[in-house]
């Protein structure tokens, strides 16, 4: 799968990724709407569609189940809801909404969204009560029509131990973070994931797991990743992804691109992501090389994955990568 940035010309965009080799498209909370360009894109047939993800903390779980069971609807079946928590900075400030017990709150959601739509497809009483949300009352007035597909399935973006254990409980799949890297991913992660799955009596095989990675590829106009340095470093300036470069020693480097970012000096943070941070963390060089580096990366851990780039990729990349993926 691959990032689908805006509204504007989804249409003609997700049919020139199809053609290109990508099974889906996946749009983030950016600078747009997170299901507007999906809405648009359920035109396209053949395609499965995410959010990746939708922030869940300014949202009520009743909207959220209702944008949901409509994309189930448009695509088919082919739908999946990922959530996200962001930081408190963002959410208290931005969002304008609570951040307090991001883990519970979290959890609680995803067994709120589960009750609702069970409500829906069986008719049973709605009656979910918990520390963060109360819905106890669903009238056929409300209740979605039309949808032979069941609920989409659920996944959640998770970087933190203890977010990660919980979404190997609770969740249908997990969202492996972009940032991030090969030993982050099965040292610190996984055992994570482990640890939710026995807990929960789960198998590996109950959760999907899919990382998002960044890639990067060479031309002459993009012979120094220059836009993808400055991706990282402003990745890397928030103080959440400071364990990330812990596993490599690289721990210093956070409050440094931190204390630049306070400062609005972001044109200077990328340079001091380096090349072995910079291969290290993203995928770059040819489509050949990308390949081998997500093929190294996510071996064992997953089939399906994520690309993600600073700006659109080039579709003719885009097939050379898939086409070497698939070699």
């Keep these: 799968m691959t990032a689908l940035y805006g509204p504007l010309g989804a249409v003609e965009r997700a049919e020139e990724l199809r053609e290109a080799g990508a099974s889906g498209v996946f749009t983030f909370e950016g600078p747009h709407d997170v299901f507007t360009p999906l809405t648009l894109a359920s035109t396209v047939g053949g395609l499965d569609l995410m959010t990746n993800v939708a922030i869940a903390f300014p949202r ?10 409509d994309h189930q609807i448009l695509t088919g079946g082919r739908f999946t809801l990922g959530l996200g928590t962001q930081i408190r900075t ?21 067994g709120a969204l589960r009750a609702i739509f069970a409500t829906w497809s069986t008719g049973e009483r709605l009656d979910f009560r918990g520390e963060f949300y109360r819905h106890t009352l669903m009238t056929p007035t409300f209740t979605p029509r039309d949808n032979p597909y069941g609920p989409p399935p659920i996944y959640v973006g998770a970087l933190g131990p203890r977010l990660t254990k919980a979404t190997a409980q609770h969740a249908d799949g997990l969202l492996v973070m972009p ?9 610190v992660t996984m055992a994570a994931v482990d640890e939710g799955l026995a807990a929960a009596g789960r198998q590996r095989s109950d ?11 060479s031309s002459d106009t993009n ?14 300036s928030t103080p959440a992804y400071r364990p990330v470069l812990d596993v490599h020693g690289w721990g210093e480097l956070q409050p440094e691109l931190n204390a630049l970012s ?15 941070v910079l291969h290290t963390i993203a995928a770059c060089g040819t489509p050949a090389q990308i390949a081998a580096h997500i093929r ?5 851990i997953s089939d399906r994955i994520c690309i993600y780039q600073p700006g659109p990729i080039d579709a ?6 898939v086409d070497a993926l698939r070699t």
């Design 60 to 69: 009520n779980p009743i909207h959220l189940a209702h944008q949901a069971i």
């Design 90 to 110: 963002q959410i208290e400030k931005r969002f304008g909404a609570d951040f307090d017990k991001p883990v519970a709150r979290m959890t609680e959601l995803v």
């Design 179 to 187: 940032f991030g890297n090969k030993k982050f991913l099965h040292e």
């Design 207 to 217: 959760l999907a797991i899919v990382p998002e990675i960044i890639v990067s590829v």
């Design 223 to 236: 012979p120094d990743h220059r836009a993808t340095r400055q991706l990282l470093a402003f990745y890397g």
């Design 262 to 276: 306070k400062q609005g000096k972001w044109s200077e943070m990328g340079a001091l992501i380096d090349d072995d």
């Design 296 to 300: 190294d990366r996510v071996d064992g």
């Design 316 to 321: 003719d990349s885009l097939a050379q990568i």
